[in-house]
T-cell receptor
Framework: DGGITQSPKYLFRKEGQNVTLSCEQN?????MYWYRQDPGQGLRLIYY???????QKGDIAEGYSVSREKKESFPLTVTSAQKNPTAFYLC?????????????FGQGTRLTVV | KNEVEQSPQNLTAQEGEFITINCSYS?????LHWLQQHPGGGIVSLFM???GKKKHGRLIATINIQEKHSSLHITASHPRDSAVYIC?????????????FGEGTQLTVNP
């Protein structure tokens, strides 16, 4: 079955360490996205990629980095520069923009930095 | 003011009740999504609308483009419907398929 896989579901890291969250999709979607969710707030866009080897900053990109070396994969690195990294992170994908499509979401990764 | 506003923020209902969740937005859109987030965090896309009305099982979604408003209705609600329901819009001003999300409505259906 096609879908998006995020791993791990729960992740704990010490303050000051970089951590990479995985997102893989087998839907053949060109566009992929990373969102952050905090209690009481809507999802906020961190980074998005519309095509391999290209990505753009979203609304809250500071302290994060991404890569898009393969169409299927869009890993997110939470760096030590991110001041408040504890959050729920969601990855999503959709077919090439400009067409009416549904967005598919992963199950999310809950990151706790201690 | 957020571009996407949902109401109510929290909703508690008894099993069997008819439920309505509202979403208002302030930008021109090409599509509106209704999403369901389960307690574990996973999100499922329920509907994508650009006009009119869609129905899937006990769920009905409507949109009024002129009034910039959408509603999600759940008929014969059941405890398993308890989740956060999120409205998201794809603005015509933004590039690609970026979505702007509402804060969500926490629905609790009691048996």
């Amino acid at each position: 079955d096609g879908g998006i896989t995020q791993s791990p579901k729960y992740l704990f890291r010490k303050e000051g360490q970089n951590v990479t969250l995985s997102c893989e999709q087998n839907l053949n979607h060109d566009a992929m996205y990373w969102y952050r969710q905090d209690p009481g707030q809507g999802l906020r866009l961190i980074y998005y990629s519309q095509i391999v080897n290209d990505f753009q900053k979203g609304d809250i990109a500071e302290g994060y980095s991404v890569s898009r070396e393969k169409k299927e994969s869009f890993p997110l690195t939470v760096t030590s520069a991110q001041k408040n990294p504890t959050a729920f992170y969601l990855c999503a994908s959709s077919i090439v923009p400009g067409r009416l499509t549904e967005a598919f979401f992963g199950q999310g990764t809950r990151l706790t930095v201690v | 003011k957020n571009e996407v506003e949902q109401s109510p923020q929290n909703l508690t209902a008894q099993e069997g009740e008819f439920i309505t969740i509202n979403c208002s937005y302030s930008v021109g859109i090409s599509a509106l999504h209704w999403l369901q987030q389960h307690p574990g965090g996973g999100i499922v896309s329920l509907f994508m609308l650009s006009s009119g009305k869609k129905k899937h099982g006990r769920l009905i979604a409507t949109i009024n483009i002129q009034e910039k408003h959408s509603s999600l209705h759940i008929t014969a609600s059941h405890p398993r419907d308890s989740a956060v329901y999120i409205c998201a819009v794809r603005s015509v001003e933004t590039s690609g398929s970026r979505l702007t999300f509402g804060e969500g409505t926490q629905l609790t259906v009691n048996p």
